[in-house]
């Protein structure tokens, strides 16, 4: 089994070779990154000019086999008195202030989205065994699903989904809000349980494998099984190849014994989830997308926590 990872600035793929047993699709911001899996060595193909596509994203130096990126001294900001910087700042501070007042609003017309009943009656296994979704809330009125992308052939989770539950809290601040936060994946329990031991986290992790959630939900895509869906788009012809994992949120309410689906975001929409990434904004070298890619290298810097060679 050969593994495939390519990161790629907004570039649709076609696949060229002999077609993948399974694929994954995860977006966070600009960063689309695709891992395949296939019995034998297979390739994707960049529609369109690619290095007009990866000019703005990461450089990696592999032939040194140094990943730290370089800043040119031509990219950075400009210097000016402090008296200068203080009134750009304030600037920008006006149209942080706007921002935030229409994410305000966009929070509450969120709020009063209509809601679905889940009539299904599905099952999860977790180390106490099986457990129904109701269960999952824990006797919380919210329920918070982050569907991590785990195929059940694999034997590691997805690396941007690792960053996102890296970035994930202390789920007592959640709980003190009447809402529980767990991870769902297709691949089965004993291996959810070692990745999430080798990773240290303590997150609540269930495996949905050999249910029909993950397909209703849209995060596995599978002509097979009739789940051609993601991000509200028709993806049949990607979910023709074979089963193809992407991530996403779902958010449910429970009213006594009635569950409720309410919410569920895809690709940029879970970027704001990742904390890591929100630091970075802040800063002059925001996420590196400045930096160009190398064309005949993945040029992915991103790793798991244990990976980065420090």
Known sequence: MVSISIVMYRVACLWVSSPPTSITVAQFGDLAYISAESDSRS???PIGSITDRWTNWLRSDTTSGDTRMTQPKSDLPTVVSRDEWREARTELLEKEKELTQKRDELNAERRQLPMVEIDEDYVFEGPD????LLDLFEGRRQLIVYHFMFDPEWDAGCKVCSLLADNIGHLSHLHALDTSLV????????????YRSRMGWSIPWYSSYGTDFNYDFHVTLDASRGSVEHNYRDFTELASNGATEAHGTSV????GDDIYHTYSSYERGN??????????DLT??????HRAAEQDTDGNWLRRHDEYDE
Do not use: C, I, W
């Open 271 to 280: 970027g704001l989830l990742v904390g890591t990434f929100n630091y970075l």
């Open 129 to 132: 065994g099986e457990v129904s």
């Open 284 to 289: 002059p070298l925001g996420r590196h997308e």
């Open 183 to 194: 991870m769902v994946s297709r691949a089965p329990y004993d291996k959810l349980e070692q």
């Open 252 to 255: 449910f309410l429970r009213d």
């Open 43 to 45: 390739h994707y193909s």
